[in-house]
């Protein structure tokens, strides 16, 4: 899918995958500050995707 | 030094300010013959008019009412969209989420305000604020409850789908209790803008 970062910026539509990810509300806000039971869902172009650790 | 200003007169300024500059950039562009007024009142027209939740109501209606063409929805939302004569900008990609007993979905763009234009029309101006933005990632739960009224149990998983520019995102809400004598038309009219956002239900049956 175009890459909004290279098309928002007058460099061209470069296609890349995108990936639609979920994480539950625990994982994105740290255990005991989310809401129990929930979850959220990004859309995540491929080169925004690098390795946590080698 | 300017004064002090409450929030929402700063939100007001900075709404005139924006609305100041889209005028200006239509008049430069109407003076280049970039663009006519007649285009720009019909594109208005368009999308204040003819382009709105009404649209969503009939594919959710026909969804609760043909399971082939709920799972050809669910399977690609702007073809299916498109058998209905429902297609066009900010719907390219489209994809509709269920609602089940177990998990409600509601939509959310926390990086400006990417909505499903051929199904729901533009998007209210709450929709576009940073408090809504904000709060329904953090805290869904509590805004469907204290700012819309609209309970979930805790039993039921509350999933947010952040819009992109690309993929648009909305509900297929529950068929209330009590329809099943309803006709098509009838159950269109229970479908409102907010349950096809998932910041409400649809209307019950009356």
């Given at each position: 899918m175009i890459y909004p970062d290279t098309a928002g910026n007058d460099r061209g539509e470069s296609p890349e995958h995108v990936y639609t990810v979920r994480f539950t509300t625990e994982e994105i806000w740290g255990a005991g500050e989310g809401e129990p039971n929930g979850s959220i869902t990004f859309d995540v172009w491929e080169p925004y995707i690098v390795p946590a650790s080698k | 030094v300017r004064p002090a200003v409450s929030a929402p007169e700063k939100a007001t300024d900075h709404q005139a300010e924006i609305a100041a500059r889209v005028k200006a950039i239509e008049s430069i562009m109407i003076e280049k013959g970039l663009m006519t007024t007649e285009a720009v009142d019909r594109l208005a027209e368009i999308y204040e008019?003819?382009?709105?939740p009404q649209l969503g109501a009939k594919v959710v209606a026909r969804a609760w009412t043909d399971p082939e063409f709920k799972a050809r929805l669910l399977e690609n939302a702007s073809t299916a969209c498109a058998e209905l004569g429902i297609s066009g900008l900010q719907g390219e990609d489209m994809v509709a989420v269920e609602d089940t007993d177990d998990v409600h979905h509601v939509i959310v763009c926390t990086l400006c305000s990417c909505y499903p234009?051929?199904?729901?029309g533009l998007p209210p101006n709450w929709y576009k604020m940073p408090p809504y933005r904000a709060a329904m990632v953090k805290a869904p739960r509590k805004v469907l409850r204290e700012e819309f009224g609209y309970d979930v149990p805790e039993s039921v998983e509350i999933r947010v789908w952040d819009s992109s520019s690309e993929l648009r995102y909305w509900v297929l809400p529950q068929r209330p209790a009590?329809?099943?004598?309803?006709t098509v038309e009838q159950l269109e009219a229970l479908v409102t803008r907010d349950s096809m956002i998932g910041v409400g239900a649809p209307k019950a049956a009356a």
């Open positions: - | 008019n003819e382009v709105g234009w051929p199904v729901l009590g329809t099943e004598d309803f």
